[in-house]
């Protein structure tokens, strides 16, 4: 049977049988994939034990009528600040889960990965009250790359650039804010404040690095608002439900 290699994060692993688990994996290319890891549930399982979520690994596959299995699995990047950290392992639950979804399996989608590796690394070393802006950043770039880009520079009904601050109206179905004239003719509304809405642009424009620099200042309450009108955003536009965004609840929510 043919052997190949692969590179791909790990993003959600799945029981088959007593002992195998189905791996979900988001390729260097960009593809979703999904593989048979025969045994790896089996305790002191070499192979098991580096297909978790978040990892990066490099492994061998055979190819198989349905499903490819993993031969060999290598570790390239473990994240264990991540994995030891709660807030942290949350945040990046939502990355995995929104890549695992909105990635396809056979069309690739290279940018996807890029975003998913610098979304890990910025997570695993920002300071911890950056989490929810470094989610908001993942979801309107990953957004962007699935067709999704948010207008809001100007009218999503009718193009026109006359937005005033009094134009709070942000349209789920046309993905972009709307001018007076066109609010009513919109109803899948949600509202986003113009502070929110220059920040959820800057945000867009900065790198995942970038936006975990406690050196830029982003004012919570507009990272905030901006997080929950993406979350409706990407619930809007992705069919598949999504769990750790519905979830999602940022670390000082709990005290
Ligand atoms: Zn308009």
Not at 233 to 255: C, S
């Amino acid at each position: 049977m043919p052997r190949y290699p692969l590179r791909a994060l790990v993003l959600r692993k799945t029981k088959l049988g007593e002992t195998d688990a189905i791996v979900a994996l988001l390729s260097s290319e960009g593809k979703n994939v999904r593989a048979v890891g025969k045994g790896m549930r089996k305790p002191g399982s070499k192979v098991g034990g580096r297909l978790e979520p978040f990892c990066l690994v490099d492994m061998l596959l055979y190819s198989g009528r349905s499903l490819d299995t993993i031969v060999e699995a290598e570790t390239v990047e473990v994240h264990r600040g991540i994995r030891s950290d709660y807030d942290r392992s949350t945040a990046a639950a939502v990355v995995v889960d929104v890549l695992d979804k909105l990635s396809v399996e056979g069309l690739g989608e290279p940018r996807l990965y890029g975003l998913g590796l610098a979304s890990l690394a910025a997570i695993e070393h920002a300071p911890a009250e950056r989490l929810e802006a470094l989610l908001v950043g993942f979801l309107v770039k990953a957004m962007a790359m699935h067709g999704h880009r948010p207008v809001l520079g100007s009218c999503a009904g009718c193009a026109c650039d006359t937005l005033h601050a009094a134009d709070q109206r942000f349209s789920l179905a046309e993905g972009g804010m709307l001018c007076r004239a066109c609010k009513p003719r919109f109803h899948d509304t949600a509202v986003l404040s113009p502070e929110a809405r220059l920040l959820l642009d800057r945000l867009f424009g900065m790198t995942m690095q970038q936006i975990a620099s406690d050196t830029v200042e982003l004012d919570p309450r507009h990272v905030s608002e901006s997080f929950k009108l993406m979350q409706a955003f990407v619930k809007y536009h992705v069919p598949a439900r999504i769990k750790a965004l519905d979830f999602y609840a940022r670390p000082t929510d709990a005290f």
